[in-house]
C-alpha cells in the first residue's frame, strides 16, 4: 500500500468547534486503494440526510467506481487538469439537483434545490471524512459532456464531480500540484459574518 504523508494543519478556530470542521480539507492524491461499492454508498447515505427547503430533497447523485464504465464516462467530462488527478480516485460521484417539484398537477420552480444540493455535498464531505476518506469537488468538467454520458433528466442542474478514495502520498503527485496539498485557511469570521447587516 501507498504509504501517507503527514500532513500539517495550521487552521485554527477563531471560536470552539469540532475539529472535524479544520481537519477535512480537499487534497488531490489518492492511494491505488479500490473502494467497494457499499463504501460510496455510505457517504451517498449521509448526503441523504441533509436539511432541505420543504423536505423536497432536489439533490440527485450519480457515480462511478474506477475501472467502470460509469467511472469512465464521468471522468470523460473532466478539464484535462482535473482528469489528471481525479482519474486516479476510487469513486467519481456527481451532484446534481431538480430545479422543480411537481405541486398541484404543475411543475413549480424550487428556489433552494442548489442550497440544498449544496448542503447535501457537504454532509458526503464530512462523512467521507469520518471514514477515513477523502473528497475533492469540483466544477472543471463540460456539462454538456456530462449530462449526456449520465442521461441527465429534463429539468436538473449539473454541479459539481465529487473524487472519493483514501489519500495517497503527495510524492505521488505532480511537483505544481504538491505545494497545494496542505489544508487551506479561511478568512477571519468577522470577515464574513456580523451583527445586524453584512460586511
Known amino acids: 500500500m501507498t504509504a501517507h504523508t ?6 485554527e478556530a477563531d471560536h470552539p468547534i469540532h475539529a472535524q470542521f479544520t481537519s477535512r480539507f480537499s487534497p488531490r492524491g489518492f492511494t491505488p486503494k479500490a473502494l467497494t461499492e457499499e463504501e460510496v454508498l455510505a457517504v451517498l447515505e449521509a448526503a441523504r440526510w441533509a436539511p432541505s427547503a420543504s423536505n423536497n430533497q432536489p439533490w440527485r447523485f450519480a457515480y462511478g467506481l474506477r475501472g467502470d464504465a460509469a467511472f469512465g464516462k ?5 478539464v484535462p487538469f482535473n482528469r489528471s488527478w481525479a482519474e486516479k480516485a476510487a469513486a467519481l460521484i456527481v ?14 420552480p424550487v428556489p433552494t434545490h442548489a ?15 469520518h471514514a477515513g476518506l477523502i473528497a475533492h469537488a469540483m466544477a472543471g468538467f463540460d ?8 442521461k441527465l433528466p429534463e429539468g436538473y442542474v449539473l454541479h459539481a464531480v465529487v473524487a472519493v478514495g483514501e489519500h495517497g502520498n503527495i510524492e505521488n503527485l505532480p511537483e505544481v500540484l504538491q505545494a497545494r496539498e496542505v489544508p487551506s485557511n479561511r478568512f477571519p469570521l468577522d470577515k464574513v459574518a456580523a451583527h445586524g447587516k453584512f460586511v
Do not use: C, M
Open 143 to 150: 456539462p454538456k459532456t456530462l449530462a449526456e454520458n449520465l
Open 6 to 11: 503527514t500532513i500539517h494543519n495550521p487552521r
Open 115 to 129: 442550497f440544498d444540493a449544496g448542503a447535501a455535498w457537504g454532509y458526503l464531505a464530512l462523512q467521507a471524512h
Open 95 to 108: 451532484v446534481a439537483s431538480r430545479t422543480t417539484i411537481e405541486k398541484d398537477g404543475a411543475d413549480v
Open 74 to 78: 464521468i471522468a470523460d467530462s473532466l
